[in-house]
């Protein structure tokens, strides 16, 4: 079985570099940092990261024969909410924050892990949640640096 034992953050990686295989992960196993795991290739590994590493999507992780191996963002199920108003969005994100939920923020939305408990506190606030099946990449977090470490 591979071990992978290190991550190379997207915005680092070789975009040249020859990837071996791809591995598929919704963000809750994308925040574990010891656990086994089926690639996209039906391949089982052994994922022994240090602890406190997130992945995300175009991540690179390193067996320790040095093969490459893709992370990608596995699509999952999430509420997406739109706006041209942004502090209709801001006050959204505000609340969803203070329930300590994960958020992702984009150009006129927001996402976040499909729950119908928020979905009612979003329509609430003003704004209409479409349940979707997408990948999920949220905010890291003021603390984390750009290599996934929280400091």
Request: glycine letters at 10%; aromatic letters at 4%.
């Amino acid at each position: 079985m591979k071990r992978l034992t290190q991550r190379i953050p997207a915005g680092d990686a070789d975009a040249n570099a020859q990837i071996t295989d791809t591995l598929a992960l919704p963000f809750e196993k994308r925040q574990k940092t010891r656990q086994r795991a089926r690639l996209v290739s039906g391949a089982d590994i052994a994922l022994q990261l240090p602890r406190g590493t997130v992945t995300r999507g175009g991540d690179h992780l390193v067996s320790e024969t040095g093969e490459l191996i893709e992370v990608v963002a596995a699509p999952e199920p999430v509420s997406t909410v739109r706006s041209d108003d942004s502090r209709l969005l801001a006050r959204a994100a505000y609340h969803l924050g203070n329930r300590h939920i994960w958020v992702e923020i984009g150009n006129g939305w927001l996402r976040y892990l499909h729950d119908h408990v928020l979905d009612d506190m979003v329509r609430g606030l003003g704004l209409t949640p479409e349940k979707q099946c997408a990948p999920f990449e949220p905010e890291g977090g003021a603390y984390e640096g750009h290599d996934g470490h929280h400091h």
